[in-house]
T-cell receptor, first 112, second 116 residues
Framework: GNSVTQMEGPVTLSEEAFLTINCTYT??????LFWYVQYPGEGLQLLLK?????DKGSNKGFEATYRKETTSFHLEKGSVQVSDSAVYFC???????????FGGGTRVLVKP | GAGVSQSPSNKVTEKGKDVELRCDPI?????LYWYRQSLGQGLEFLIY????????KSGLPSDRFSAERTGGSVSTLTIQRTQQEDSAVYLC??????????????FGPGTRLTVL
């Protein structure tokens, strides 16, 4: 079946540090890939997405590239801020499917 | 525009009671999803609606769980004879058209259910 594996947290960083959260997936065909973010006390929000190989999703300084050859969709940000402290979820959706399959989430804490 | 709304935001109930959780999707979204977020299991899919029908109920954990959707809009998730393991945050999401690769699910704030 489909699955998503992402690095366990928590990840603790200083402000302006570089952030990488690894995400790999197992799926047949060509799924769409997503990163969702959950800020403290808030609901899940879509951060970025990519729907085919080599696509790069980007938003709010975050980027992730759909790598078919390594079945990965790693999230990166060059300079994090305290406001980026949140839980980040990698997810996939089958090409003709409906449900999202989520990774376990990675908690990120950015300290001033 | 209005996002996905859910009610109640918090629900505390006693073991064995029935509960109903409500979801109002974004207007015009034909697809509606229920997920559950718990400490031990992460984010799990429960059920998917297209219009008023539920072609995928594969995530419902037991026959104590049921859901319906009326008028292609509001959905209710019902849990009968609640158990402590049902304690979780229940999330609803909606999307415009699930058949396109770029279709995006938008989530509500969730209902936190605590079973004592």
């Amino acid at each position: 079946g489909n699955s998503v594996t992402q690095m366990e947290g928590p990840v603790t960083l200083s402000e302006e540090a570089f952030l990488t959260i690894n995400c790999t997936y197992t799926a047949t065909g060509y799924p769409s890939l997503f990163w969702y973010v959950q800020y403290p006390g808030e609901g899940l929000q879509l951060l970025l997405k990519a729907t085919k190989a080599d696509d790069k999703g980007s938003n709010k300084g975050f980027e992730a590239t759909y790598r078919k050859e390594t079945t990965s969709f790693h999230l990166e940000k060059g300079s994090v801020q305290v406001s980026d402290s949140a839980v980040y979820f990698c997810a996939l959706r089958k090409a003709a499917g409906n449900k999202l399959t989520f990774g376990g989430g990675t908690r990120v804490l950015v300290k001033p | 525009g209005a996002g996905v709304s859910q009610s109640p935001s918090n629900k505390v109930t006693e073991k064995g009671k029935d509960v109903e959780l409500r979801c109002d999707p974004i207007s015009g979204h034909t697809a509606l999803y229920w997920y559950r977020q718990s400490l031990g299991q992460g984010l799990e899919f429960l059920i998917y609606f297209q219009g008023n029908s539920a072609p995928d109920k594969s995530g419902l954990p037991s026959d104590r769980f049921s859901a319906e959707r009326t008028g292609g809009s509001v959905s209710t998730l019902t849990i009968q004879r609640t158990q402590q393991e049902d304690s979780a945050v229940y999330l609803c999401a909606s999307s415009l058209d699930r058949s396109t690769p770029t279709d995006t699910q938008y989530f509500g704030p969730g209902t936190r259910l605590t079973v004592l």
